[in-house]
């Protein structure tokens, strides 16, 4: 069998080493003759992107070689052509001075690979110009542009938004030279995680094909079901291959939904152990302190409708969570319906398994940061499935007992209902549990609703109320499933802002017929 690539984003070196590789070419080939020429890509981290660059780059290079058995080989005329490429993979870029250092470099290094010099008095805009034009000039050839990760020296100091918008306007100064230069070039491919709105970052280059959304582009990235029941077939073989699409697939951009390739890579060579691999290559703290900051009531992810120009809105001066969970993969696109503009509306959810643990355990642990969550964790399973409603009960107050009494004072959250419920609702989500908010009734809506194989809890929050069992009861929440034929049980939930936990919990069994 051929070797797993992990880690390895060079095509080359995945030809020549045996390397097992997913073909895309047909889809270099439809942006190469039948587009502008000029595209935008947003993906999340790891999902190929890099990998994908340097496909096109060996393609521009003309190393017709190096394509033999995929789908280009025989469909395009193998052209060399002299190419720039920009990657702020790595880089200083919390100073203006480091970032400008970066800048530098990469530029020294696209000067050393086309032989061409800038003029040392030159700035780093008109260096990046000059190169382009000499470039043209020098090889008669248009000139190919390759940026990746474009947005990386914004996004690693989006947390100081002066600093960040520091680094948005030198990078706008610097991706002007673009537009500038459209005689002189082929062919440009720009990548990244955020989707920053044209005015803010791309002024001027409008035409620029955004192909985020694009159906005919949505598995550029990442592994198709097909390809995991093929390319993969040998390394999967004896696999359970609707566990795997439940834990590592469901990342969708308006067409096929793909698994994150990391994912996949390292479950296969970890021996098929189900972890969170492609979420443990880099904790969100920024999402984390965002919702922390915002108060966040996390039930409401699970009904996140949002249209396109909401997507499109992430900036430095306007960071919308839900926009920000989308762009870097923790919400993907479940379904779309028509708004009455005839616009679309996009309804995003949590894509996998792995997201919906991962996350919501990273959440539940920022939320109350408990020493001991993964014990926590257990014991609240264990009650739940146990229907150990006496166990339930100690469990959660010892959970809200341990949490550090300054994260109540600092922003006065034991007045605040939804930070009790976000906590209990991101600790059950976590353990993988079916669990519901604001479940519809035709009596009204539930608060959380979890549902387990052989019990359901209908469970109402209040705060300095007492009416919490009494208002279940009396609207009758739990007929909606009497049909399901399991054990229900009615469970309201009182909090104290004095106690800062719960000062009652009542429990109403209700068997079925």
């Given amino acids: 069998m051929k070797k797993l690539p992990i880690g390895i984003s060079t095509f080359e070196k995945i030809r020549e080493g045996n390397y097992l590789y997913v073909d895309k070419t047909d889809i270099a080939l439809d942006l190469i003759e039948n587009g502008g020429g000029y595209y935008f890509l947003s993906r999340p981290r790891r999902f190929g992107k890099s990998l994908f660059l340097d496909t096109l780059s060996s393609i521009f290079e003309g190393k017709k070689e190096l394509f033999e058995g995929l789908k280009i080989y025989d469909k395009y005329d193998f052209v060399k052509y002299p190419i720039i490429r920009i990657s702020f993979n790595d880089g200083e870029f919390t100073t203006k001075e480091g970032f400008a250092q970066t800048i530098y470099e990469i530029l020294d290094k696209n000067q050393r690979d086309l032989g061409i010099s800038c003029p040392k008095d030159f700035s780093l805009s008109g260096c990046f110009k000059r190169l382009i034009e ?15 990760e474009y947005d990386k020296p914004i996004l690693d100091t989006i947390d100081n938004s002066d600093i960040a918008r520091e680094r948005r306007e030198e990078l706008k100064n610097f991706y002007s030279v673009i537009k500038d230069s459209d005689r002189y070039l082929k062919f440009v491919f720009i990548a990244g995680v955020s989707k920053f709105s044209r005015v ?17 582009y949505a598995t550029i990235a990442g592994y198709t079901q097909q390809d995991i029941e093929t390319t993969f077939k040998d390394h999967l073989a004896g696999q359970d291959f609707d566990k795997i699409r439940q834990w590592y697939n469901g990342y969708k951009w308006l067409g096929e939904g793909v698994y994150n390739p990391f994912d996949i890579l390292l479950f296969i060579a970890n021996g098929f152990v189900y972890e969170n691999y492609w979420f443990a290559t880099a904790t969100p703290t920024f999402l984390l302190k965002l919702i922390e900051k915002n108060r966040y009531f996390l039930p409401n992810l699970e009904n996140v409708i949002k249209d396109g120009k909401m997507l499109d809105s992430f900036d430095v001066d306007y960071i919308e969570l839900e926009t920000l969970m989308w762009q870097t993969g923790y919400l993907t696109i479940s379904k779309v319906e028509t708004n009455f503009d005839d616009t679309p509306l996009y309804t995003l959810d949590i894509p996998n398994k792995e997201v919906q643990i991962s996350l ?22 264990k009650a739940l499935y146990e229907q150990n409603l006496a166990e339930l009960e100690k469990q959660l107050i010892s959970l809200y007992a341990s949490i550090p009494y300054h994260l109540f004072t600092h922003n006065r959250m034991y007045e605040y209902e939804g930070y009790y419920v976000s906590v209990f609702y991101s600790y059950i989500k976590a353990m993988g549990i079916d669990i519901t908010a604001e479940d519809i009734t035709n009596k009204g809506r539930i608060d959380l609703t979890v549902k387990l194989p052989d019990a359901i809890y209908i469970i109402e929050f209040k705060v300095d109320d007492s009416s919490a069992l009494a208002q279940i009861v009396a609207k009758n929440y739990h007929q909606k499933y009497l049909s399901e034929n399991k054990p229900i049980y009615l469970v309201g939930i009182e909090f104290d802002t004095a106690q800062r936990n719960i000062c009652r919990m009542e429990f109403l069994p209700v068997q079925p017929d």
Avoid at 200 to 216: A, E, K, Q, V
């Fill in 360 to 381: 919501l355990g990273s959440v539940a642990d920022f939320m109350t940061r408990v020493h001991n969550g993964a014990l926590v964790k257990h014991n609240i399973h």
């Fill in 200 to 216: 803010s970052l791309f002024s001027g280059l409008n035409n620029l094909y955004d192909i985020t959304l694009s159906p005919r």
């Fill in 134 to 148: 000499e470039a043209y000039l020098k090889y008669d050839q248009k000139v190919v542009v390759l940026v990746d």
